[in-house]
């Protein structure tokens, strides 16, 4: 089915047929009505697409996660999707799995779909193969009349025109470990070690200079396992464990998310000690399995869902305004707060 059967359906030109789809263009009301009952009658599907290039069809808005199961990624997602959908526009959903190809051939087909503008969520281990490739991505989806937003990660240079919109990570991780240090715990271990994450280097900062703020020199500073989630945070504690024969040298654990501290504190569990009676537990994230982990855990809230829908206002906002979208840097920064539970407790 094409638009020329539309057009010898409702007896006008193919010209007046492309005119009432778009709705661009001035028509007679009954050319229009006629048009609208062939497309009705033919089961006529426009091409989206087609659309989309001519610049004509809804926008899309692009959201490029490295899992679609995370629930930061989801919730971030979510708030893209329902700003989106509030403004008129489509919203897409991406994973990349951590695969720089998949990322890398997902931002090619937004260029190609002519995306109003791409979000890429989360840090990234930041080096200088990264920097020039997120500078490519910036670059040729400026070049198509689209913008690239980092959401969660900062930019790769201060020349690379892209949109950032920021959590406040370091002051988060500052905060949570200062309410330990303020309970008396002075032997504070961090574990999820992620060397050149710039999310997990950001809580390492945090971690340090609230130790400093409190006179604990570098000595302070402990850190252990690899990786965040909650396998490498029980295998790291258990390993830990084991090697200092169940009885640990540290009053508390700053886990660099809510799933870390949940595999710590089953490790521990598994090792005869209680939390927070024996060793006191905070994490980062606030996601769903804080509160019901027994007991309930101390972290940071990321402003995720705000992340996604201020994401959009602000690509948004600077594409009204008009300026020069494909040559400047803007950045943005939201803040952090900490939602205290039952997981620490002073020191004795």
Known sequence: MTIRDVAGRAGVSVATVSRVL???????AAARAKVLRAVKDLDYVVDGRARALAGTGPRTIAVIVR???????ATVAQGVEQEAAARGRLCMVCGHGGDEARELALVQMMREQRAEFVVLVDGVVEDERYRARLTEY????AAVGSRLVLCGRPA???????????YDNEAGAHAVVSHLLAAGHRDILYLGRMPGHTTVEQRIAGYRRALADHGLGPAAVRTAGLGLGRAPGYNAMREILAGCGGRPDFTAVFAGDDLAAAGAIA???EAGLRVPDDVSVVGYNDDCVAQDLNPPLTTVSIPAHELGRESVRLALAEEEAGGARGTVQNRHLLGTHIVVRSSVRPVR
């Open 67 to 73: 899992s679609v199961d995370s629930p930061f990624h």
């Open 267 to 269: 490790a521990m569990r």
């Open 22 to 28: 778009a709705g661009n263009h001035p028509t007679s």
């Open 156 to 166: 790769p240079g201060p020349r690379t025109p892209v949109l950032v919109v920021e």
């Open 138 to 141: 910036a670059r040729g989806l």
